[in-house]
């Protein structure tokens, strides 16, 4: 059981983030028609919009809580607020985004799989990578209790802010996890899988979203109005 720990959450990170990164740079270089999410906005539109922005909103906000939450050194945020503090509003914070999320992609999947039309014209993987997300919010929701428990020494977040850290800095250690609660673990393997898969999935076109933010400093475009060069004193032609 060591052995397998250590594989999980000291090698198994590196394993997920070298095929995330190399795996979408092969994608965009070999495939670039398929860098997209398919369209099937025409069925059941009004579920879709729903669904979608439900889902858009609870996921940003998770990706960059967990990211914020997690990668802050407790040097930063300790001049502001205590451990226990910030793990109760972690749990505010990540209940309602997680309970937007979960209703979004609760009716994504709904549509997908109860509407035959959109079903024939869903691919496997799309509907896969839908369930898998489900299971994993499911799995998020399940260890607001477990965290609620530990609201006082603020013990679990504490362990695994450890671990995320060591591991952006190449430092990893896994043992202090072996002290966290079961759903933790499931949900930390099932997110790095996530991320494994996500260059083969239609997942991929997050990297565009992410893109897009350069779009904020571009320079302007100058765009001139097309002129005839005609000689002095020639009349210019009418326009019909």
Not at 39 to 59: D, E, M, P, T
Not at 115 to 138: E, M
Not at 201 to 223: D, E, M, N
Request: glycine letters at 6%; charged letters at 10%.
């Amino acid at each position: 059981m060591n052995t397998l720990h250590e594989f999980l959450f000291v090698v198994y990170p590196y394993i997920c983030l070298a095929v995330f990164l190399m795996g979408s740079l092969a994608r965009f270089d070999r495939d670039q028609y398929t860098w997209k999410s398919d369209s099937s906005q025409l069925l059941r539109a009004r579920q879709l919009r729903w669904g979608s922005n439900l889902f858009h909103i609870g996921i940003l906000l998770l990706f960059f809580g967990h990211t914020v939450g997690l990668l802050l050194p407790h040097s930063v945020y300790s001049v502001v607020i205590t451990a226990p503090q910030k793990q109760m509003l972690a749990i505010v914070s990540g209940g309602i985004a997680g309970l937007v999320c979960f209703i979004g992609l609760t009716l994504l999947l709904h549509r997908r799989l109860f509407d035959p039309r959109i079903r024939l014209t869903s691919h496997r993987t799309d509907l896969a990578i839908l369930i898998i997300l489900w299971v994993q919010l499911v799995l998020g929701m399940v260890t607001l209790p477990f965290s609620f428990a530990h609201r006082v020494d603020a013990a679990a977040m504490l362990v695994l802010t450890h671990w995320a850290q060591g591991i952006v800095t190449f430092r990893p250690d896994a043992m202090p996890l072996l002290s966290i609660d079961w759903p933790f673990k499931v949900h930390m393997v099932l997110g790095m899988t996530i991320f494994l898969l996500l260059p083969f999935s239609r997942l991929v076109h997050v990297w565009s979203g992410l893109a897009s933010v350069t779009y904020l400093f571009r320079p302007y475009q100058i765009v001139r109005s097309r002129r005839l060069n005609v000689p002095a004193g020639q009349n210019q032609p009418r326009s019909a």
